[in-house]
């Protein structure tokens, strides 16, 4: 069993930065593929990035990508965000998640544990 807590999330202006953390308990959870998504006010939850369990691969939604970075620390059971240049549609609650999949999946289904989420608000 995994259980996963984000912090981080806050209020920020646009063009602004801020770094997510997800800390992690369970000893399995160095070895699953991680990923954040994020979930607007009456959307979808959707994909924002994946990193795979060595952490040599990384997969990014194309919003986000060159903007976002994920990353882990697996001595520290610990997945991270940073997020640079950040946009009003950028407001989310932000949520870490772990699965079983071999591959750096960007469906929901795939993951199996999943944290309560951080909000990240961007104001214009």
């Known amino acids: 069993q995994v259980q996963l807590v984000e912090s981080g999330g806050g209020l920020v202006q646009a063009g602004d930065s801020l770094r997510l953390s997800c800390a992690a308990s369970g000893r399995t959870f160095p070895i699953y593929t991680k990923a954040w998504f994020r979930q607007a006010p009456g959307k979808e939850r959707e994909f924002v990035a994946a990193?795979?369990?060595?952490?040599?691969?990384?997969k990014y939604a194309d919003s986000v990508k060159g903007r976002f970075t994920i990353s882990g620390d697996n001595a520290k059971n610990t997945l991270f965000l940073q997020m640079n240049s950040l946009r009003p549609g950028d407001t989310a609650v932000y949520y870490c998640?772990?699965?079983?999949?071999?591959?750096?999946?960007?469906?929901?289904?795939?993951?199996?544990?999943w944290g309560q989420g951080t909000q990240v608000t961007v104001s214009s």
């Open positions: 990193i795979g369990a060595l952490g040599a691969m990384t």
């Open positions: 998640a772990a699965g079983k999949t071999p591959y750096l999946a960007i469906t929901r289904a795939e993951y199996n544990y």
